[in-house]
């Protein structure tokens, strides 16, 4: 299990730094960057609410998934 926890983790974060050199490209039009700050932040949820979850705070992953949902 934790094996696949790190594999997940480790394609949240290529998601980001893909998503960064996206951002970061002067050619790129404004709405890519912008879709591209949507898979970061997006990523960044994603990451915070498993973390919480394979520590065992499943009531703090709860807390947070209530408050992203409004």
Do not use: C
Request: aromatic letters at 10%; charged letters at 30%; zero cysteines.
């Amino acid at each position: 299990m934790a094996y696949y926890f790190k594999q997940s983790l480790d394609g949240i974060h290529e998601a980001k730094k893909e998503g960064w050199r996206i951002f970061n490209n002067p050619f790129v039009p404004v709405r890519e960057k912008l879709l591209a700050l949507k898979i970061i932040m997006q990523a960044d949820d994603v990451k915070l609410l498993s973390e919480a979850v394979s520590t065992g705070n499943e009531r703090f992953a709860r807390r947070v998934s209530q408050i992203e949902n409004r």
